[in-house]
C-alpha cells in the first residue's frame, strides 16, 4: 500500500523521527536560534498540551502538526524538507480541518516567504489584530477547507488518505 496516513503520533515510536524533523525545520523556521536549542527537551515542551499528528507512508514519519486544540491554534507544521512540495503538508491540515471541523489560527514569520506562500495558497489570511502587531510574525485564519482543486493536483499516491482517530 502506498498511501499516505494521518494518525496521532505515538510517542513512544514516533518521537525520534519527530524530534529530528523538528530539529531541521525549527533551526530553517528561526535562523537566528542555534540550531542545537532544538533538541528532544525542547520539542516535548513546545508541544507540552498539543495534539501531534503525523504523516506516514510505508511505516516512515513524512511530517508532523501540532495542535491546540482547546484555542484551534495550530502550533507547529514541519515536512522532512526532502519531502517538501509534494502535499504532504496540505494532507496534514486538511485532516485537522475534517477532524476538528472548524478553521485554526497559525503564527508563521514575517520572513518566512516559503511558509507564507504555501499558506496564502491554500487561502489562509491575515487576521493580525491592531495592537498585535510584531516585527516578527503575524497571525493566519485557515478557510472551512482547503480549496479542492489544489488537493486534484497532488501526486496521485498523496490524494488519498485515511485519518485515524483514538
Known amino acids: 500500500m502506498n498511501e499516505t496516513i494521518i494518525r496521532p503520533a505515538d510517542l513512544s515510536s514516533d518521537l525520534d523521527r519527530l524530534v529530528e524533523i523538528y530539529r ?8 537566528e536560534v542555534p540550531a542545537a536549542t532544538f533538541d528532544q527537551s525542547h520539542f516535548l515542551n513546545a508541544c507540552q498540551g498539543e495534539e501531534i499528528w503525523v504523516a506516514t507512508r510505508r511505516n516512515v514519519l513524512l511530517g508532523f ?35 476538528y471541523q472548524r478553521g485554526h489560527r497559525l503564527k508563521v514569520g514575517k520572513n518566512n516567504e516559503k511558509a507564507r506562500t504555501f499558506y496564502d495558497s491554500l487561502g489562509y489570511f491575515d487576521i493580525t489584530k491592531p495592537g498585535e502587531e510584531s516585527e516578527s510574525w503575524v497571525m493566519l485564519s485557515s ?24
Open 24 to 31: 531541521i525545520g525549527a533551526a530553517q523556521a528561526f535562523p
Open 143 to 166: 478557510p472551512p477547507f482547503l480549496p479542492l482543486g489544489r488537493l486534484e493536483r497532488l501526486e496521485k499516491p498523496l490524494r488519498h488518505h485515511i485519518l485515524e482517530c483514538s
Open 65 to 99: 502538526a501540532s495542535y491546540y486544540e482547546t484555542e484551534h491554534f495550530l502550533h507547529s507544521l514541519y515536512v522532512d524538507p526532502q519531502l517538501q512540495g509534494i502535499g504532504v503538508g496540505t494532507l496534514l491540515l486538511s485532516a485537522l480541518l475534517e477532524h
